[in-house]
């Protein structure tokens, strides 16, 4: 197929009069492909609301589709919704994927830890949008709709891709949640008490967690165990690139917590002062 896509995807983007919903064209456009008599769609969905309030904290809806080659029109006009609902967007991002990337993943509910690939599988071209919440859903503004497609053309001609929908926090309010959360266990860290739950200490979930369940396991240690956790510190930090959710600010809190265990006579033995040296190295050349 000779025509691309990605081309479309290089149009500036139209400015258009406010639409009674913000995503009303792209809304449009998915249908037009799911009910697309050719199409082959495979669907899936998730919904998840606070227990006690009812109120929607999560939502993904994924249409996986496969389209004939002569059904590019409707890839078209799903970019050209993209284009005309995007005055009400507050991000708006298109491209190709390649396989050097990070993969980028529009996130689901509060975590950060939980969404939808969008720049998979490598060589796809994908374009998403962001919208806030409207207040009657969301009066405190921390929640956002983000809608995206991706396709990438088969090796039998066909155009094979995904439509996505997803409900979740914005990345401000997560980033600052993380912040603030950070900040807390520094705190109690410093008091050598511990702030995190059992079921984080228990399953490790993140590298943030599970680093900082090993340095508070050597608050109390004798000399041999923390030996052995600074060695599992050492060997979660060489693997940092194998953790999608590591961010800066969590890099920045482990440096200065190790800069402080190095600095502390408490930690001095030579084996593990040579280890938790080894492990803000390891640190600093992580990317």
């Known amino acids: 197929m000779k025509t691309s896509v990605i081309r479309l995807f290089s149009l500036a983007l139209a400015v258009m009069p406010l639409m009674a919903a ?11 492909i799911i009910k697309c008599p050719d199409a082959e769609i495979t669907e899936s969905h998730t919904l998840d609301r606070d227990p006690v309030t009812g109120i929607k904290t999560g939502q993904s809806d994924v249409y996986r589709y496969v389209l004939p080659a002569g059904k590019l029109s409707l890839l078209k006009n799903v970019v050209s919704a993209f284009e005309k ?11 190709k994927s390649v396989n050097t990337e990070s993969d980028i993943v529009l996130t689901v509910g509060n975590n950060g830890n939980d969404g939808v690939y969008i720049s998979s599988p490598a060589d796809c071209e994908y374009i998403y949008s ?3 919440a409207p207040p009657s859903e969301d009066p405190n503004g921390i929640y956002r709709y983000a809608y995206g497609m991706n396709f990438k053309e088969t090796a039998n001609g066909k155009l094979a891709g995904k439509l996505i929908i997803t409900y979740a926090t914005t990345l401000q309010y997560r980033q600052k949640a993380e912040r603030e959360r950070q900040f807390d266990v520094l705190r109690s860290f ?11 200490q228990t399953s490790q979930e993140t590298w943030f967690d599970t680093l900082m369940s090993y340095f508070q396991g050597m608050t109390s240690a004798n000399t041999q165990t923390r030996i052995a956790l600074a060695t599992k510190a050492f060997n979660v930090i060489k693997k940092t690139g194998y953790y999608s959710e590591v961010t800066e ?3 920045e809190a482990v440096r200065e917590i190790l800069a402080g265990m190095i600095s502390d006579k408490k930690y001095s033995e030579s084996v593990l002062s040579a280890l938790l040296n080894q492990c803000l190295v390891a640190l600093s050349n992580t990317k």
């Open 85 to 95: 609902d995007a005055d009400m967007a507050y991000s708006v991002n298109r491209g």
């Open 190 to 200: 410093s008091n050598g008490v511990s702030v995190l739950p059992s079921s984080t």
């Open 22 to 32: 913000a995503q009303s064209n792209i809304k449009a456009a998915f249908d037009a």
């Open 249 to 251: 600010a969590d890099k």
């Open 130 to 132: 962001l919208y806030l």
